[in-house]
């Protein structure tokens, strides 16, 4: 079966009681029980729901898993793997590049309990090898990242995770499976904000962690039941109509990135293009061999200062500024300002999170309104005396 037939057929029968080809919401908390503790599957929502299993019976076989757990959030879902798998005198070690979120929970949340969080360069291979050592229990990477889209060897990473007794943890929101198979490349667990392309409507909130192996997934379900971090049902039916249309909108989200990033490219007003679809890009190659297409999102440095960057993504027509990301809806963001703010100034610094780098998820417009918008907005800021438009470094 191929992959737009099972967004719209895998683990969604037609309901069997009516014949409904959409089945409805089990908008419920409590099951009838046949007798104290004997019940037909289901007896309290926090534990399961019959709208939820089906959604997640939907993204697991999607990324090609056998264990899904949804979860309230993107974060929550993140929670649960670091807590069932990290505990004092343990070891993360992860990519400078990630998600401003994750960045936070590490350090603030874990880090204080005896946690170590390791930074290597994920690009490096004879580096990250020497990062992993034997207190290292997860390997967690993003590719393409937050916010630059790096791109790193995903089966490569696996190996020398696995050859350390590690897991690999593949956050997969940017390319979303249809894109990129991270089991596929060895990865252990893979987690997304479902929020983003998933649902991709801007009217969710919502995380998952997909499985394999039942065993490494037992504990990240028992967490999600334990501490209630559970999605309404009302939420999982949004997202499972939203999956239905998923080839669809990132085939659009793919053909809007590649004309923005084409704009950008030949703008004076732009000093680097982060795009792993463009031959320059340093994980290009890599992206060709790991992924089927490059994905909705660009990132650039403009050659200006951070005051004309907050300008600038204020004055776009179509990209409504905004701290997320794979909506129908383009969307801008400054990260140093929006969804990074919770990196210390001087550690952004440091990892190359710059002032002016600006992100932005190619909606479902048209490429040719979109790459306009861009393209109009930098003309507004004037002339610069500046070298041409660089590429991806």
């Not at 992206?287 to 300008?311: H, I, K, N, W, Y």
């Not at 801008?332 to 999170?353: D, K, N, Q």
């Amino acid at each position: 079966m191929e992959f737009s037939t099972r967004t719209i057929h895998a683990g969604q029968p037609s309901e069997p009681e009516t014949g409904a080809v959409i089945a409805p919401i089990f908008q419920t908390t409590t099951y009838q029980q046949i007798a104290p503790g004997e019940h037909r599957g289901f007896d309290y929502t926090r534990t399961s729901n019959p709208t939820r299993q089906r959604l997640e019976a939907v993204l697991a076989d999607l990324e090609g898993g056998t264990h899904c757990a949804v979860f309230g959030s993107g974060l929550a879902a993140e929670h649960a793997i670091l807590s069932a798998y990290l505990k004092p005198g343990t070891e993360i070690v992860v990519p400078g590049d990630v998600y401003g979120g994750t960045f936070r929970m590490l350090h603030r949340v874990f880090e204080p309990i005896g946690c170590r969080v390791t930074q290597a360069d994920f690009a490096n291979l004879d580096a990250l090898e020497r990062a992993i050592t034997a207190n290292t229990r997860l390997v967690w990477l993003e590719s393409p990242t937050n916010p630059r889209l790096l791109v790193y060897d995903i089966a490569a990473v696996s190996r020398l995770a696995h050859a350390k007794g590690a897991l690999v943890v593949v956050d997969n929101t940017f390319a979303t499976p249809f894109f990129q198979q991270p089991f596929a490349l060895g990865a252990d667990l893979i987690v997304h904000s479902v929020t983003k392309y998933l649902a991709g409507h801007s009217d969710v909130i919502q995380g998952a962690v997909i499985a394999r192996d039942a065993a490494i997934f037992e504990p990240i379900a028992f967490l999600r039941n334990a501490l209630g971090g559970v999605p309404s049902p009302f939420d999982c039916w949004l997202t499972i109509r939203g999956v239905r249309t998923l080839e669809l909108r990132m085939l659009r989200h793919a053909e809007n990135a590649v004309a923005v990033a084409d704009a950008l490219t030949r703008h004076p007003r732009v000093r680097r293009v982060y795009f792993p679809g463009l031959a320059s890009h340093p994980g290009h190659e890599i992206a060709r061999r790991q992924m089927t297409g490059f994905g909705g999102m660009v990132s650039f440095e403009l050659d200006g200062t951070p005051e004309e960057a907050s300008s600038l993504v204020s004055s776009f027509k179509y990209f409504a500024l905004g701290e997320s990301l794979g909506s129908v809806r383009a969307l801008a963001c400054l990260p140093c300002r929006m969804t990074h703010a919770s990196i210390p100034a001087e550690t952004r610094v440091a990892l190359g999170l710059s002032d002016t780098l600006i992100r932005l998820s190619t909606g479902c417009e048209s490429p040719r309104d979109l790459s306009r918008d861009v393209t109009e907005a930098l003309d507004r800021l004037g002339i610069h005396a500046a070298e041409p438009a660089g590429v991806s470094a």
